[in-house]
């Protein structure tokens, strides 16, 4: 015996301040009913961050999924973005740049030298740090405090 195809109609609720369309969709259809809206998001963060000088470092779209039906629906969607904004100092003050790499190549040197006396374990770790060191050494000023400092292995010395 064959079943029917199931399509019902998924209402859909922006988040406050959030600019769109208040529309519903079939479930068939409302994976591209989501990605519209999440696409538009991103669009519009992308337009307000360039006008305030800021760069997207990273983001992303994620649909969160559901059976509704007979389909596979996108019942909800979330658009992530991550900002740098580059202040005066970063942009103007080489010597800042200059001073702060070279702290970060002198942290290298230190936690190459405990490698030699490290357990397998301590090496790993300190190993994990150095690489992220290294990739430390090609962001701004700013964001690699930002990125560093919960972590331990950047000190304020050069703040």
Same mark, same amino acid.
């Given at each position: 015996?064959?079943?029917?195809?199931?399509?019902?109609?998924? +209402?859909?609720? $922006? #988040?406050?301040?959030?600019? /769109?369309?208040?529309?519903? !969709?079939? %479930?068939? &259809?409302?994976?591209?009913? *989501?990605?519209?809206?999440?696409?538009?998001?991103?669009?519009?963060?992308?337009?307000?961050?360039?006008?305030?000088?800021?760069?997207?470092?990273?983001? +992303?779209?994620? $649909? #969160?999924?559901?059976?509704? /039906?007979?389909?596979?629906? !996108?019942? %909800?969607? &979330?658009?992530?973005?991550? *900002?740098?904004?580059?202040?005066?100092?970063?942009?103007?003050?080489?010597?800042?740049?200059?001073?702060?790499?070279?702290?970060?190549?002198?942290?290298?040197?230190?936690?190459?030298?405990?490698?030699?006396?490290?357990?397998?374990?301590?090496?790993?770790?300190?190993?994990?740090?150095?690489?992220?060191?290294?990739?430390?050494?090609?962001?701004?000023?700013?964001?690699?405090?930002?990125?560093?400092?919960?972590?331990?292995?950047?000190?304020?010395?050069?703040?």
């Amino acid at each position: 015996m064959l079943e029917s195809v199931s399509n019902p109609t998924l +209402g859909y609720r $922006l #988040d406050p301040g959030e600019p /769109g369309l208040w529309n519903s !969709a079939s %479930a068939s &259809r409302s994976v591209l009913r *989501v990605l519209t809206q999440e696409i538009s998001n991103w669009l519009y963060f992308k337009r307000r961050v360039e006008r305030e000088g800021g760069v997207i470092i990273q983001g +992303g779209i994620s $649909l #969160d999924l559901r059976k509704k /039906g007979s389909f596979l629906a !996108a019942v %909800a969607g &979330r658009t992530t973005v991550w *900002v740098y904004y580059p202040s005066e100092r970063t942009q103007g003050n080489t010597s800042v740049d200059g001073d702060y790499k070279q702290h970060i190549e002198q942290k290298i040197r230190e936690l190459e030298n405990q490698l030699t006396f490290a357990t397998p374990e301590e090496r790993e770790k300190l190993e994990q740090q150095i690489q992220l060191l290294k990739m430390a050494m090609n962001l701004p000023l700013q964001l690699v405090q930002m990125l560093l400092e919960p972590l331990g292995l950047f000190l304020n010395a050069i703040a």
